[in-house]
């Protein structure tokens, strides 16, 4: 028995080394598990990186197109922004009235009267009626539209009517009688073409 002891304490040695290599061989083997575990979701992995790259060149791409649409969307705007102010800052009715009448007499339009009328504000603009009541022929009518169309100031026909006249005429030329509402222009000052995004000047 003494024999039997003393030879399993001179043996103890190859225990303990067999029992570091069976703790060595257990922690390999869970590694080795797990290690492959994680290349069976390399694919998957990689394509997720895939998709992820994806989405972040479709942002960057956004991103570039939005900083090329405000651009785009500027210049738009400034060119708006320059024809409308164009148009005058202000309707004087004494210097309209005054075109007016100087073109009639130089025509010799007959039973002339021009009045203001009423005010439009539009989007990009701020209209003013003139009611227009005359005589004379269709050419001097003619004559006298075509100045106005040609004038410094932007003036538009708004409507109009041609009735032929009963006055008799000694030419001969037929009178006509006219009726119409010819337009002025001033630009709006409360109108800011909308970006859709802030400007610099807005953040500030």
Known sequence: MKDQINKLISNLHVFIILYALYGAYVLWDEHSTKLSALVAQLPAIDEEIGKTETKVKEIQDFI?????????????????????????????????????????????????????????????????????????????????FERVGTAARIYNVKNLKLVQSNTSQKGRFQLINVEGVIQAFRYNPEFKVDRGFETKAEVQ
């Open 64 to 144: 570039k197109k939005t900083d090329e649409y405000k651009v785009r969307v500027e210049e738009v705007a400034k060119s708006i922004e320059s024809v409308q102010k164009q148009l005058p800052a202000d309707i004087n009715d004494s210097q309209i009235i005054t075109f007016f009448q100087k073109e009639i007499e130089v025509l010799n339009i007959r039973d002339a009267s021009i009045n203001p009328g009423k005010e439009t504000t539009s989007m990009y603009w701020i209209s003013k009626d003139y009611n227009l009541k005359a005589s004379g022929t269709f050419l001097q009518f003619l004559i006298f």
